[in-house]
């Protein structure tokens, strides 16, 4: 069983940055993508960044694309969100999700665990 922890998240200003971190507990040898979503109040789930546990593939949403970067520590288990220049329209919570079943990066369906979330606030 996988069992994932978020980390990192706060209450910043526009154009400030956030580290957040998502440390995994169990078995990893399975893990095929690693993946970080948010959801805003009233809003549903949406990807924003993803990447393949083996090899270090990235993939980004639009909207946060050139503004955050995820990585991957194997030799920690754990995957960081270096979220830069943060926007007003950012304030979610965010949620660390894992993949055993596939390589599709963006579908929250295909995530087989979750974590519980980690807010970040940015003043509008």
């Known amino acids: 069983q996988v069992r994932l922890v978020e980390s990192g998240g706060g209450s910043v200003q526009p154009g400030d940055s956030l580290r957040l971190s998502c440390v995994i507990s169990g078995p990893t040898l399975r893990l095929t993508v690693m993946g970080w979503f948010r959801q805003a109040p009233g809003k549903s789930r949406e990807y924003v960044a993803a990447i393949t546990w083996r090899d270090g593939e990235t993939h980004y949403a639009d909207g946060v694309a050139g503004r955050f970067t995820i990585s991957r520590d194997k030799t920690r288990d754990t995957v960081t969100l270096q979220m830069d220049n943060l926007e007003p329209e950012d304030k979610a919570m965010y949620y660390c999700?894992?993949?055993?079943?596939?390589?599709?990066?963006?579908?929250?369906?295909?995530?087989?665990?979750w974590g519980q979330g980690t807010q970040v606030t940015v003043a509008s």
């Open positions: 999700g894992a993949e055993q079943r596939t390589y599709i990066m963006n579908l929250q369906d295909t995530y087989d665990y």
